[in-house]
């Protein structure tokens, strides 16, 4: 029963290579392949000069600038394991990493990519509770480690999956690329679709838009508390002078 679910996965992989592979003309995939190319280069050193100056001076080793750290690392590892198989296959014209190359690109690439996303999330959050609620005692090195960890091991937990059944991961877009099957109407695709973009796209977004929604409400009060204050000073310096 495997085999001949990996056959006809091949089949369908070889299949929509062939398909896919004539959406762009020769000039498209190589204009594709420019940008990636470009992608791949600046993105690769911002992120490892990122990394470097991060080991290099200590002042820059706090809670907040080791989760920037790990948004850096997952964008890095995209550029390394993903963009580069992307880019040669655009130069070529069809993808070239086969079944199993496949399902590595689209493996890595949503796991890094959701890594970045949950990231994003906690990382606002923290700048929400550091700035607006009151401080408690505890090692904040602890928590952001927790919170790295944590980015990791939920994108794991969501990236995993189609590699065992729940949903799939193959060729898309120009047929030079691998990803989630969104087109997929099986059951099993469907659920796992609907629970990928609840729960890794939905909630991480709406936890930034609350927190930098409250952090934006809480200067404006400052700003409106300030200008009271500053007009309170005013009125008793006129008094003052008056006096």
Not at 31 to 50: E, K, P, Q, S
Request: proline share 2%; aromatic share 14%.
């Amino acid at each position: 029963m495997m085999s001949e679910m990996n056959a006809s996965w091949t089949f369908n992989l070889d299949k929509s290579t062939d398909a896919l592979g004539t959406g762009l003309s020769r000039k498209g995939h190589i204009i594709v392949a420019v940008f990636l190319g470009l992608i791949m280069i600046f993105g690769f050193w911002n992120n490892l000069i990122v990394l470097i100056l991060f080991c290099k001076f200590k002042v820059l080793r706090n809670p907040v600038n080791m989760m920037l750290l790990n948004i850096s690392l997952s964008d890095m590892l995209v550029c390394i394991s993903g963009t580069t198989i992307s880019f040669a296959s655009n130069i070529y014209g069809k993808w070239l990493g086969g079944e199993y190359g496949c399902r590595w690109y689209g493996f890595v690439n949503s796991c890094f990519g959701i890594v970045s996303l949950i990231s994003l999330a906690i990382l606002s959050y923290e700048r929400y509770r550091t700035l607006t609620l009151s401080r408690k005692h505890g090692s904040d090195y602890q928590k952001v480690l927790l919170g790295v960890g944590g980015s990791w091991f939920y994108a794991l937990i969501w990236t995993v999956p189609p590699l065992f059944g729940w949903g799939s991961y193959g060729i898309e877009g120009a047929g030079t690329s691998c990803s989630v099957q969104w087109s997929s109407e099986s059951v099993e695709s469907v659920s796992y679709i609907i629970c990928l973009f609840m729960f890794c796209l939905v909630i991480p977004v709406m936890v930034m838009i609350y927190s930098y929604g409250c952090l934006f409400y809480a200067v404006k009060q400052l700003k409106k508390s300030i200008g009271v204050v500053i007009s309170i000073i005013s009125a008793l310096m006129l008094v003052r002078v008056g006096e």
